[in-house]
């Protein structure tokens, strides 16, 4: 029996696919560094299990609206000036929030221009809308090209997604250029949609510019946020969409088909966490500090630039690929040969590069570099 075209367009995405293979590497022995996967080691702040504790045992344990928690939606929708409750979406994760995002924007033969490197799931999200994605590649220093960007965009544009601060880059984009996205979006008529999950994950002396700010943009933007990497969320599966105009009821309407509302005790713990985040600021300082580390130990060995955000370094590694060697073949070689499992920047539509995740213990870096200095 055949399967869906739609599911034929696609893979697995490139970073789940490490795990089994790590987890199959441990059981033969092997000792494996992960700075493959993007997730923190840090604990989930008590004041989020504990509120999660205290939902489960009063019984939020049952069905709620699709939308999600209002107490959370109400708290959220403070933070975007012009919007109530309404306008917020509550969804499992950012993943499931783009992928029901593009389901409602988009119909077949529409395009979505994505700047490159990007996120493993942008293109078989919008695949899987039947729209197809446009690659532009960014400019060396991994900022937009917005001439390019320009150029890519035409009456079949239905979108832009970018990604701020970015994965797997670490590009951080100034208030100009979102000006210039709101600008061009307005003169071809498509959205905007802002993947802000790492928006709480900037390094000093840099900000991270919040597009919701231009007032005349609000119209087409559509915001995308996360608990997962601010508040150590990831297996919880809370995050949301933020959008004005009729973008969040088509999102509830198509929510209440294909998952009904998210976990309602989880939804307690992110509503603790969308207060005052305490635990952020000691965070990204030890973040800082794994930044700086691992940038000097990765341009010892390869080029790279230095990230302004998120938790992560894209060098580029082609000098030191064999004739023939893809950086695909380069991050098998080095993981199976050292134990330091990495991501080929084929997975970010950008080949020849590698994506570091350095949010690990100190130890475990310094064990990772030192293992591939014997290699290289």
């Not at 293979?21 to 840090?42: S, T, Y």
């Not at 499992?92 to 077949?108: E, H, T, V």
């Not at 510019?209 to 508040?231: E, Y």
């Not at 894209?314 to 690929?321: A, H, I, K, N, S």
């Amino acid at each position: 029996m055949r399967l869906a075209r739609r599911i034929a367009r696609i893979d697995a995405s490139p970073t789940a696919a490490f795990i089994p293979l790590m987890r199959d590497l441990r059981q033969k022995g092997r000792n494996v560094i992960n700075l493959a996967i993007g997730e923190p080691e840090f604990a989930t702040p008590d004041p989020v299990k504990a509120a999660t504790a205290r939902a489960l045992e009063s019984g939020r344990t049952r069905y709620d609206a699709t939308s999600g928690v209002a107490a959370l939606r109400e708290r959220l929708a403070a933070a975007f000036e012009g919007l109530g409750p309404e306008h917020i979406v509550v969804t499992n994760g950012a993943k499931q929030a783009l992928f029901s995002i593009f389901q409602a924007i988009c119909d077949p033969g529409d395009e979505v221009i994505l700047p490159v490197p990007c996120w493993v799931s942008f293109a078989a999200q919008v695949r899987l809308a039947g729209a197809e994605p446009v690659s532009v590649p960014c400019r060396s220093d991994h900022q937009l090209d917005m001439e390019a960007i320009a150029r890519a965009a035409g009456p079949r544009t239905r979108a832009i997604i970018v990604n701020s601060p970015n994965n797997p880059t670490g590009a951080v984009y100034p208030r100009q250029t979102f000006e210039n996205l709101a600008r061009l979006a307005r003169e071809n008529d498509f959205y905007i949609v802002s993947d802000e999950a790492y928006h709480d994950f900037v390094y000093p002396p840099h900000e991270a510019f919040t597009p919701w700010s231009l007032a005349d943009m609000r119209d087409r933007l559509i915001v995308v946020r996360s608990f997962s990497k601010a508040a150590a969320m990831t297996g919880f599966r809370v995050g949301y969409v933020a959008a004005a105009g009729d973008v969040a009821r088509a999102l509830e309407r198509l929510q209440s088909h294909l998952c009904g509302n998210v976990c309602t005790f989880a939804q307690y713990g992110a509503l603790a966490a969308a207060g005052e985040a305490p635990w952020l600021e000691a965070w990204l300082a030890e973040l800082d500090g794994l930044r700086r580390f691992a940038l000097e130990q990765t341009r010892a060995l390869f080029d790279c630039t230095e990230p302004e955000g998120a938790f992560y370094l894209f060098p580029d590694v082609r000098r030191r690929l064999a004739v023939g060697q893809s950086s695909r073949d380069f991050a098998m070689d080095l993981l199976l040969q050292t134990g330091v499992a990495m991501v080929p920047g084929e997975a970010f539509g950008t080949p020849g590069h590698l994506r570091i995740c350095y949010a690990v213990g100190r130890e475990k870096l310094a064990d990772a570099f030192e293992r591939l200095r014997k290699r290289l």
